[in-house]
């Protein structure tokens, strides 16, 4: 559950970062295009996907712990996309692989 809730948090937040005008975007997902042309769209529906992201985990942690876990998140996920996307390091095979590895330790661990 917590995985998908990352995932989430990182669509939500590259939706965002994909609408900026101020760098070139490399299509990297398949979702830029659309988000550079459509900069309202996507930002509602970044904005929407992250607010997905913190109730579910305000589902499972509460009001206080789940802002809180929010945020951590948010940071972290936000800060690796803008060192790691220049850098051509995120694809989608990295992504996939790296989901499979979240969920498979989430499940093994629970």
């Given at each position: 559950?917590?995985?998908l809730t ?6 939500g937040f590259?939706?965002w970062?994909?609408?900026t ?6 299509p990297?997902f398949?979702?830029?295009n659309?988000?550079?042309?459509k900069?309202?769209e996507s930002k509602?529906?970044g904005s929407?996907?992250l ?6 985990l305000?589902q499972n ?9 929010f945020?951590i ?11 790691f ?13 790296l989901?499979?590895?979240?969920l498979?330790?989430?499940y093994?661990?629970?």
């Amino acid at each position: 559950m917590i995985s998908l809730t990352y995932l989430l948090i990182f669509l939500g937040f590259y939706f965002w970062y994909s609408t900026t005008s101020r760098i070139k975007i490399q299509p990297v997902f398949g979702m830029e295009n659309w988000a550079q042309k459509k900069k309202m769209e996507s930002k509602i529906l970044g904005s929407l996907l992250l607010c997905l992201g913190w109730f579910l985990l305000f589902q499972n942690y509460g009001m206080g712990a789940s802002s809180f876990h929010f945020l951590i998140a948010l940071m972290t996920i936000a800060s690796s996309v803008i060192v790691f996307m220049p850098l051509g390091i995120l694809s989608l095979k990295t992504m996939i692989l790296l989901l499979f590895l979240m969920l498979f330790f989430e499940y093994i661990i629970t």
